[in-house]
């Protein structure tokens, strides 16, 4: 029987990727259209039950590209965890939110591994993708694994690999975004790296699980940062009456020492208004209390509360109250051409809106339709002259496909993210 640096080599490994979701359908069918047999562990039955119709849920994902997968059999999603005593390599990929509270949930990073543990026998490779908070790999994942008196790097091999896949990002996809790897032992990253050299370029050892779970983190925080700061420039500029999109545009121009970031209406999406928190919270039981992490944070969270702020007051320069105004919200979710809703800015600002009276309908060629509470909204179809009776067009999202020519003729434009390319007294930007 050959060990499993060879079934990698030799492309005969099975690979489990449990959860498939954003990070791990686009995983799954990578090392599938590789030519391995992958099999995908999933809890919710309706996303199983549309992957084996061929039908994808994320627009990273082709659907050419699944259903060659799907009907060739090189990836079986499935919700029984049992068919994991088939897999060589186990990557877990499973959503890693904040509590209320706002500490990390590890919860369904728990609830795979507990599974895991009932199908795990010696040989097999565990990764875990999901983002976190350094220590997590060893202090949580490594103990739980090594009850059943398995020892790691010899019985079985444990790292963290950080997902950094960038989702409608066509630039760069799977193939062409470094992995980072940090093995529990040398043996343990040296595996990983293996598995991984089979679906990626370029793949980077750090020495520890720990360091690569900071890893992740940091180019997160470097994000939220720089958001941050990009977020609280728009708030000078806009008292002092100066266009912050000229002033980044202009700043962008120097060849070294400038990365521009732009400003917008809040961060959304699973990663950049959670994983510094990991970061923040664990921090804090290490006795160092993030101040720079934290405030960039708030000032985040404080952009759609601004955005709010700008409707009701530009509509009140026009003589009309908020309540009642016929206001029209373009782009909803967190970021352009995704279908991602999850803690977009938007939903903030329709909620707020609804609350003080606005008569709201949306956009998003992404989202057709929108439950809110218990109330349903569906996506305009837009065309100049609909467009002209609302009190107030609110740009949220810049899908690319989004033809704004139609806005033209609005009564009143605030563009929150400078994708209105003409003047006019119209249009407020923030
Ligand atoms: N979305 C991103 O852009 C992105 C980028 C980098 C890293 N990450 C990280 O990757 C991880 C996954 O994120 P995502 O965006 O793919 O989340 P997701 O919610 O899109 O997908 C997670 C999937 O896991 C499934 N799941 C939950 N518990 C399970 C269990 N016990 N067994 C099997 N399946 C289970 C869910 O049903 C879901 O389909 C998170 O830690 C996230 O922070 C996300």
Redesign the pocket.
Known sequence: MLDIKDRIINKKATIAV????????PLAVEFAKQGFKVLG????DR?VASLNRGNSY?LDVEREDLREVINSARLVPT?D?SKLKKADAIII?????LRKTGEPDLS??L??VS?IKNYFNRGKAVIL????YPGTTEEIILPLLEKKGFKAGKDFYLAFS??????GNVRFKTRDIPKIIGGVTKKCAQIAGLLYKQIVEKVIFVSSPRVAEMV?LLENSFRSVNIALANETALICNRLGIDVWEVISAASTKPFGFMPFYPGPGIG???IP??PMYLVWKARLSGYEPRLIKTAQEINSYMPHYVIDKVISALNLRKKTVKGAKVLVVGITYKPDVN?L?ESPALEIMEELLNKGANLSYFDPYIPELKFGNRKFKSLKLNSVRVKDFDCVLIVTNHSRIDYSVFKNCKLIIDTRNAIPWKGKNLEKI
Request: aromatic share 6%; with cysteine.
């Open positions: 449990v959860g498939l979701g954003y990070v791990g359908l562990v999933e809890i919710d996303k994320i919700t965890y990929c499973v959503p890693t939110p369904f990073v609830s795979a599974e993708e999901s983002t976190t950080p997902e950094r896949v960038d989702p992740k999406g699973h990663c959670t994983d991602d999850r």
